[in-house]
């Protein structure tokens, strides 16, 4: 079971902003940097957000992140149908001193 | 460019052994963290350890420490996941993972997955 929560799906139609929020604790979140990954359908992940919010390059700026204390949020502007697929937060967690991933959120476009 | 050239799948019997491989290339090899995610069948991913080839020195989850082994040939770049008894639970798909600089960084490349049937 993951200490990373997220909501298990959200959805919009093209054009809409929609955000993903992850929630963990002062191990993780709240005192490392914390990662968002992409998964397209039948595709292995790639990550979208690292750092201090920085997008690797080919990644488009409609995708953005941000961090407040424990919790974390992604959010999609101007949402598009290749947008569709399974997005993950992640960050190093010092207790179990492991990396972790946030449960998913499978994001559909309608 | 980064590359990371996983093995092919496996079909196993439950018991029997197995050793996977994700060949590098694009990068210096032994500077870099390199490991593996395993995804379940229409589950998420889950962190399994990684290895630092210069000096192999390797930290697993504890969901997985004792449970499989993570090494490294730094003589022709590749890195291994290994079980010594599989079980129908080992199950899934495996991705070869490099991490972007120190270990709690982001894994900034990612192999295509190597999927593992396990029959009981």
């Known amino acids: 079971q993951s200490v990373l929560i997220q909501p298990p799906s959200t959805s919009g139609t093209p054009g809409q902003r929609v955000t993903i929020s992850c929630s963990g604790s002062s191990s993780n979140i709240g005192g490392f940097t914390l990662h968002w990954y992409q998964q397209l359908p039948g595709t292995a992940p790639k990550v979208l957000i690292y750092?201090?919010?920085q997008r690797p390059s080919g990644v488009p700026d409609r995708f953005s992140g941000s961090k407040s204390g424990t919790s974390a949020s992604l959010a999609i502007s101007g949402l598009q149908s290749e947008d569709e697929g399974d997005y993950y937060c992640?960050?190093?967690?010092?207790?179990?001193?492991?990396?972790?991933f946030g449960t998913g959120t499978k994001v559909t476009v309608v | 460019e980064v590359q990371l050239v996983q093995s092919g799948s496996e079909v196993k019997k439950a018991g029997e052994s197995l050793k996977i491989s994700c060949k590098a290339s694009g990068y210096w090899f032994t500077r870099y963290w390199i490991g593996w995610v395993r995804q379940m069948p229409g589950k998420g991913l889950e962190y399994m350890g990684i290895i630092y080839p210069d000096d192999s020195d390797t930290r697993y989850s504890p969901s997985f420490q004792g449970h499989v082994t993570i090494s490294a040939d730094t003589s022709i770049n590749t890195a291994y996941l290994q079980w010594n008894s599989l079980k129908a639970s080992d199950s899934a798909i495996y991705y070869c993972v490099r991490k972007s600089g120190y270990f709690h960084s982001d894994f900034d490349s990612w192999g295509r997955g190597t999927q593992v049937i396990v029959s009981s």
């Open positions: 992640a960050a190093w967690d010092d207790s179990l001193n492991a990396y972790v």
């Open positions: 750092g201090r919010n």
